[in-house]
């Protein structure tokens, strides 16, 4: 077991699990490793927290929870087995979760986690436009099943519903525009110019993708009014694919096991050759929120705004060095 778990292999496995996804690429995690106890805990940042975008931290735990999710695909890929429990100290609310490495002989490992590893690297946000080409039932219920396995419901809005989406993403937009603090937290975490050369966190320019010329696609603007290179105009598509995530409740939780469900839905999207975006603008206001659910059941808590389709993925974002994040003792 110890062969297992030298310091490479521990800092790799931290590697993948920050190549997750994170609300302005905040990447608000820590971790830990007790070599004793073959032991490694994930801890919320609250130095990279958004006061006015998130301000009960729910996009921050969402985003750890992919972090734990790529954790536990790296841990299997790499022949062990992740016993995980979620906030295992009331004490510390900090300690959002801890994994325990456990030789597969005593507990097989999992395969399907597994299988998932190739795409840790190859998943990339995209905001580009994708083709107007419908998503096959099969690929549909592969990703409602991904997130099932998380506790959490993927959902594919019927017409009308997409658009009520798409009128609370332009509502967000409308309201960033008369609250002079709303953009604060997104100014912070992007990067414009030569910053976005040397950038180890946030969104860097080259990541924005083009501007809007015309379309339904919900494309948020990172530069705003501010300078940034010129990335021309463009038509994105005019029915977009969005995809809800759901859960049963609303609290930390239940938001660590949205993001779980968020990344593995986003590693089998890419395994199915998809791009893929998230929109949470128009979530990050309480009562725009409630009203994305699906008014037909009621039930159930919006998590996350998924666009997928068929085009380019995006490039790679910056990531900090595991030195930076990684505590041992």
């Known amino acids: 077991m110890a062969s297992r778990l030298d310091d490479k292999t521990v800092v790799t496995l931290v590697a993948e699990a920050t190549a997750a996804p994170s609300m302005h690429n905040a990447q608000p995690w820590r971790f830990r490793f007790l ?54 100290d009331p004490r510390d609310p900090a300690l959002l979760a801890s994994v325990r490495l456990v030789d597969p002989a005593e507990n097989p490992q999992d395969d399907d986690l597994t299988r998932l590893h190739p795409a840790i690297r190859q ?24 997130a099932a396995l998380e506790g959490a419901e993927l959902s594919f809005p019927d017409s009308w519903h997409a658009e009520t989406v798409l009128d609370l993403v332009r509502d967000a937009e409308s309201r960033d525009v008369l609250d002079p603090d709303a953009n604060e937290d997104l100014v912070r975490w992007t990067r ?34 501010r300078r940034a290179a010129d990335r021309g105009t463009t038509s994105f598509e005019q029915t977009p694919h969005l995809v809800l995530l759901s859960t049963p409740g609303d609290r930390p939780a239940d938001w660590l096991r949205a993001g779980q469900a968020l990344e593995r839905v986003l590693l089998e999207a890419t395994l199915a050759d998809l ?17 994305a659910r699906d008014p037909d059941s009621g039930h159930g808590q919006v998590q996350m705004v998924l666009r997928i389709g068929y085009g380019p993925r995006g490039p790679s974002t910056p990531r900090r060095r595991v030195a930076d994040v990684l505590e041992t003792g």
Not at 123 to 146: G, I
Not at 211 to 218: E, H, W
């Open 35 to 88: 070599a004793g106890e073959q032991l490694l805990r994930l801890y919320a940042d609250p130095e990279r927290a958004m006061p006015h975008s998130d301000p009960d931290n729910r996009a921050l735990h969402i985003g750890c929870g992919a972090a734990l999710l790529n954790l536990r695909v790296a841990a299997a890929h790499a022949g062990l087995r992740p016993e995980t429990r979620l906030l295992p």
């Open 192 to 225: 414009l110019g030569d910053e976005a050369d040397i950038a180890v966190d946030g969104d860097p320019e080259y990541a924005f993708g083009p501007r809007k010329r015309d379309g339904q696609a919900p494309v948020r603007d990172f530069a705003g009014r």
């Open 123 to 146: 998943r990339h946000t995209s905001r580009h436009p994708f083709a107007d080409k419908e998503l096959p039932e099969d690929v549909r219920t592969v990703l409602r099943d991904a």
């Open 275 to 291: 791009a893929t975006s998230l929109t949470s603008h128009a979530l990050e206001d309480p009562g725009l929120r409630l009203l």
